[in-house]
């Protein structure tokens, strides 16, 4: 089993998520929370809505619903009304996270930069170019 890519890469991810969690906590957060408040971020200058946090994180309708609902209730996001459509809602962050912002920011760059230290500068590219490629290949 040691050489299943499959279970590699999910020893990756567990391992990847425990940081992020760990990171979290300090703030009352999850990590799910964390790469969200990061995604609205850095993403400020396009509109945001449910359906893109969706795609970006490869979740299902409900389970968007169920992290943004909590995100909203506790003051982590705000959802804006469209005008054409009032059924679209616009995703954007509170004052609370944008006072978290850096932080969180600074935290996923170290993240970043300590899981890429474990290959080598020239493989790194193909490392993330490959990684954006699974979930598509996956879904056919």
Do not use: C, W
């Amino acid at each position: 089993m040691a050489s299943d890519v499959a279970h590699l890469i999910k020893v990756a991810s567990n391992e990847i998520s425990r940081g992020i969690n760990t990171f979290a906590r300090q703030y009352g957060l999850t990590g799910t929370q964390v790469q969200i408040i990061h995604y609205l971020a850095i993403s400020s200058d396009k509109n945001i809505y449910q359906k893109d946090i969706e795609n970006e994180f490869n979740i299902r309708r409900s389970t968007a619903t169920n992290i943004l609902k909590t995100m909203e209730k506790n003051e982590l996001i705000l959802r804006r009304n469209i005008k054409p459509d009032s059924r679209l809602k616009q995703i954007i962050l509170s004052d609370k996270s944008k006072e978290l912002q850096d932080a969180i920011a600074d935290f996923m760059t170290t993240n970043d930069q300590k899981i890429l230290s474990a290959i080598g500068t020239l493989e790194r590219h193909s490392f993330v170019r490959a990684l954006k490629k699974i979930p598509q290949k996956l879904k056919k």
